[in-house]
């Protein structure tokens, strides 16, 4: 089966020890309201950062003022020559590893992930979100858009569950506490990356997802091959 590839994500896993219920340890998802994913939208210099903001990502990053101001002109840049996108997308692996070198060396525990979309979720996916009023679209749209199809590299984690906001953020199904209901409802395990095994699997738990009496967050989720470089 072809998989159509999402972009690529700098993610360091959160420390979840005050998370209740089931939790799959470790969860490696992209979702940015589990993991911090980084560079993420304070990046861009056209967004209206709050002060508070952009004091914790200064905290959480180690880097000083002018190393914030250097990494938006390096975002501004990679922007400009389609290597980045809206909100905390790399259409670029290299450039992925160069801004990880450049600015995330001193960080431990971040790895490089790339989102791979099955062929079959692709129609319905896309126009899922499908941009309006003349209005270019976010990062994944784009990317999803150039039909770039999954090659031979990387290592395979699983399969996660991905919901996507309008403004390009991913919800992951632990964000709607999900996971019990996939283990007691379908008996289903994850791996040792938190994430599921097979697409069969994965296709499943979708369908119970995307149903209204479920009550899961209201926008398009969808199978992402999840692999490592």
């Known amino acids: ?16 020890s005050h998370w209740k219920g089931v939790k799959p340890k470790p969860t490696w998802t992209i979702s940015n309201c589990i993991n911090d994913v980084h560079p993420d939208e304070w990046a861009f210099d056209w967004v209206e950062t709050s002060v508070e903001r952009k004091l914790e990502v200064q905290k959480t990053l180690a880097i000083t003022d002018d190393q914030y101001q250097e990494i938006q002109r390096w975002v ?13 997308l790399f259409r670029d692996r290299e450039a992925a590893r160069q801004f990880a070198s450049q600015y995330l060396f001193h960080l431990t525990g971040i790895k490089l992930l790339g989102i791979y ?8 996916f896309i126009a899922d979100i499908q941009p309006a009023n003349n209005y270019p679209g976010t990062g994944i749209y784009q990317q ?7 090659d031979g590299s990387g290592e395979v984690l699983g399969f996660d569950i991905l919901g996507i906001e309008y403004s390009g ?8 506490c999900l996971e019990k209901a996939y ?9 040792s990356n938190g994430l599921i095994d097979s697409l069969e699997d994965a ?7 995307n149903a209204e009496e479920t009550g899961a967050e209201p926008v398009p989720w969808a199978i992402w091959k999840v692999k490592e470089f």
């Open 76 to 88: 501004s840049q990679k922007d400009t020559e389609d290597k980045f996108g809206w909100p905390n």
């Open 183 to 191: 283990q007691d409802q379908f008996e289903l395990t994850f791996n």
């Open 117 to 124: 979309l099955p062929e079959y979720l692709f129609a319905d």
């Open 1 to 16: 089966m072809n998989y159509y590839l999402g972009g690529y994500y700098l993610v360091k896993q959160n420390d979840f």
């Open 144 to 150: 999803l858009n150039q039909k770039v199809l999954e």
């Open 203 to 209: 296709q499943q738990v979708l369908d119970y997802t």
């Open 169 to 176: 953020d991913f919800h992951c199904f632990l964000c709607n």
